[in-house]
């Protein structure tokens, strides 16, 4: 048929009577591929103007927030009680990590970032403003029987000098260890507090550890694996994996803020210089008592 | 057939009776568009050859640019022999990286060629054709998966079972048995085409000097049709080799050196895709880098492909 179709079309291009049969294609052609360099442009074009118009986000009523995936929920919560009591404005939040979020707010990329880690001399300049603060718990499958571990215990678990479950009261079964990736403000957190002493020497968290990338795919490996041994932020914490206690002191919000609990860390939101307007409108409505209820709520400490 | 073309013919002059003298004008002016349209399709044609060229070396240039403060900083042969890669204390070495990448690479392959070549004779000699294009069905089906769903039904199904042979299961060997899922469809439609290509004569010659059907084909067809076979083992590598969401989900991101297939391991795209949130200067520089590293193992995995094809073509010209 494919033959015949050929044949078709060359009769009556040769017989001069329907020679536009064959236009049409071409025009098809031809107007399809400036229809896809118009597309194209468009898109240079939207490009460039989503760029210059962040500048302007201050005006247009849109705070913009991205950093520390441990603060994401937390902020989320605040921004849509914020923006319930002033409809005109929308606040952005997004993750991609402490670093991320306190580069982006120093560069005015956003304008505030949230940190789930102290800063430090490397991070760039920037404006903090304590939000909360945040237990991380060191989890454990439901099956395991271990309640409590030392500070010291749960060190040489992570650095990996102690491998198996028997050699802190478990069953005889190897550890399997779960961390978040390097960079990460629980992981830096964690390190900070767990595996470096006051006198400056420090355990690297083993590297045989399987590494997550957030907190939830942890509680998901840590759910499905009865050796596993993870940690994670308290705002996280859930029924379908055990917290255990640390020094003896349960994972919970009152032993965090009366000091029992050896593993807190700060929540930060930074800006690159004081702020003003709405974004400072929103940082003074996150210390109201409204905002911090919110915060006990999600499961971190308020600094009230 | 040509009754049906002249009947159309006929409608078509009766449609449209047109005189000499408009004929000859219509003709003039045809032409003329015609040769615009032409022009235009050209051009329009290189602009879009010219933009993929152009974007493709864009990218080059890019990664090369962003790579290279890393191969200068931590130095070449500590950033590729390098066995600690650790941001936060400055150290950058990628050869557990490569050692993982290459190894999930290898082993898919090893558990897929035989499984797919296999299932390709299968459908290009054996079965009958409604479990054929059952089969081939199937098998389409299988490239149009997402490899995050690869990845899930990794974490939910193999993990826990690799999980029961020892270690944590998020390893290696797991990482393998996805991979190999994820390349088989690559290595059986492309080993399936060339075997079916293998002209009809080398079958009936076979045959005819009495050759049962599997000696036909593991003595005539395949070695006919290898460098088709040997092409689609080299794409369903680079395949293998740039793969990232699944890796990631399952083969547990630690920074070792694998000793053995329960042991986790890391690939050259996972270490990106998992770092590049947190990464600022140096680190960034060096995540870079390991494109760079990557983008040379594919580059060389397509040369090879292309002399496969090429020797095909040359051997199948000569014959």
């Given at each position: ?7 078709f ?35 240079l ?94 989890i ?36 399997h ?10 992981r ?38 009865p050796?596993a ?30 000091g ?9 939101f ?35 | ?48 050859a ?113 999980r ?30 060339s ?80 770092e ?41 010209g000569?014959?």
């Open positions: 048929l494919e033959k015949g179709e050929g044949h079309l060359l009769n009556r291009y040769m017989s001069h009577k329907t020679p536009k049969l064959i236009k049409p294609m071409k025009y098809v052609i031809s107007i399809s591929f400036i229809i896809l360099l118009v597309i194209a442009s468009v898109f074009i939207g490009c460039r103007n989503t760029n210059s118009s962040s500048n302007s986000q201050e005006i247009s009523g849109v705070i913009a927030e991205s950093g520390s995936t441990t603060v994401q929920p937390l902020a989320e919560r605040l921004a849509d009680s914020f923006m319930d009591k002033n409809p005109h404005v929308n606040v952005i939040i997004q993750g991609g990590g402490s670093s991320v979020g306190i580069k982006a707010a120093y560069e005015g990329i956003v304008d505030i970032g949230a940190s789930s880690r102290e800063l430090t001399p490397d991070d760039p300049p920037v404006e903090k403003f304590l939000l909360a603060k945040d237990g991380i718990a060191v454990v499958n439901p099956a395991n029987p271990i309640d409590n571990l030392s500070i010291e215990q749960v060190r040489n678990v992570f650095s990996g000098n102690i491998s198996n479950w028997n050699e802190v009261g478990g069953a005889d079964h190897e550890i260890l779960v961390a978040r990736e390097e960079g990460s403000g629980t830096t957190a964690f390190h900070d507090m767990v595996m470096t002493d006051e006198d400056g020497s420090e355990d690297r968290v083993s590297r045989r550890a399987i590494l997550q990338s957030s907190n939830g795919s942890i509680i998901q490996v840590v759910r499905s694996d050796n041994a993870g940690f994670i932020s308290f705002g996280y914490l859930t029924e379908i994996v055990k917290a255990i206690s640390i020094n003896g002191s349960a994972p919970a919000k009152e032993n965090a803020k009366n029992d609990y050896p593993i807190v860390r700060p929540l930060y930074v800006t690159g210089n004081q702020p003003v307007g709405i974004v400072k409108t929103f940082i003074d409505y996150c210390f109201e008592e409204e905002a911090q209820e919110i915060v006990a709520d999600e499961g971190y400490i308020s600094v009230k | 057939m040509k009754d049906i073309f002249r009947s159309n013919n006929q409608q078509n002059r009766n449609l449209k009776p047109d005189p000499e003298s408009e004929r000859i004008t219509e003709n003039a002016k045809n032409r003329r568009s015609r040769y615009l349209s032409d022009k235009s399709a050209r051009a329009g044609v290189l602009i879009c010219a933009l993929s060229f152009v974007i493709i070396i864009a990218i080059i240039v890019f990664i090369l640019q962003e790579g290279l403060p890393a191969f200068i900083e931590v130095g070449l042969f500590k950033f590729l022999f390098g066995l600690d890669w650790s941001p936060s204390n400055d150290k950058f070495g990628i050869l557990p990286m490569i050692v993982g990448s290459l190894a999930v690479t290898i082993g898919s392959m090893i558990l897929a060629i035989p499984l797919g070549i296999a299932c390709a004779i299968l459908l290009a000699e054996v079965s009958p054709p409604k479990i054929r294009n059952l089969l081939r069905h199937a098998v389409e089906l299988l490239v149009g998966i997402p490899s995050v769903v690869y990845g899930l039904v990794g974490m939910a199904v193999i993990v826990p079972f690799i029961d042979i020892g270690g944590s299961g998020y390893s290696v060997a797991a990482a393998c048995l996805v991979l190999m899922a994820m390349v088989l469809p690559t290595i059986i439609s492309i080993s399936e085409d075997i079916r290509a293998v002209p009809n004569k080398y079958r009936e010659g076979s045959l005819a000097l009495g050759a049962t059907q599997w000696q036909t084909i593991r003595h005539v067809l395949i070695p006919a049709a290898k460098s088709g076979i040997a092409a689609s083992i080299v794409l369903g590598m680079g395949r293998a080799i740039g793969e990232t969401m699944a890796m990631i989900m399952v083969i547990g991101n630690a920074v070792i050196i694998p000793t053995s297939p329960l042991d986790p391991a890391r690939t050259l795209t996972g270490n990106i895709a998992v590049i949130n947190y990464a600022t200067g140096l680190h960034e520089s060096a995540l870079f880098g390991t494109a760079v590293v990557l983008l040379i193992f594919i580059i060389l995995l397509n040369t090879l492909i292309f002399n496969f094809l090429k020797r095909g073509n040359s051997e199948s000569s014959t």
